[in-house]
Nanobody, 123 residues
Framework: QVQLVESGGGLVQAGASLRLSCAAS????????MGWFRQAPGKEREFAAGISRTGINRYADSVKGRFTISRDNAKNTVYLQMNRLKPEDTAVYYC?????????????????WGQGTQVTVSS
């Protein structure tokens, strides 16, 4: 069974950085595209960043240039480096995995989700 466990969230001031981690188990990690979504209070869950099996990245316009997604296949872990954080980045951040590639992971249809980690950015 696929398990995804996020960590690294917290409370920071605007302009600070955080790195989120998502440790995956129960799957052949190199066969999966990985992604990060976020959900702010009262809003729909939205795509933030994705990475293909071969390391191709995709980002939402709202995070492009500030966030970087990466993966360590030896550790079965995907990361989200978040720089120059803004109050509007405040959300619960979720990790997802999809065998069907980068486009599929970016629309969040696989059904494989972590429990989420809270990121709060104060102004």
């Amino acid at each position: 069974q696929v398990q995804l466990v996020e960590s690294g969230g917290g409370l920071v001031q605007a302009g600070a950085s955080l790195r989120l981690s998502c440790a995956a188990s129960g799957l052949t990690f190199t066969h999966y595209a990985m992604g990060w979504f976020r959900q702010a209070p009262g809003k729909e869950r939205e795509f933030a960043a994705g990475i293909s099996r071969t390391g191709i990245n995709r980002y939402a316009d709202s995070v492009k240039g500030r966030f970087t997604i990466s993966r360590d296949n030896a550790k079965n872990t995907v990361y989200l480096q978040m720089n120059r954080l803004k109050p509007e980045d405040t959300a619960v951040y979720y990790c997802t995995a999809d065998q069907n590639g980068l486009y599929s992971v970016s629309i969040g249809v696989s059904g494989h989700w972590g429990q989420g980690t809270q990121v709060t950015v104060s102004s």
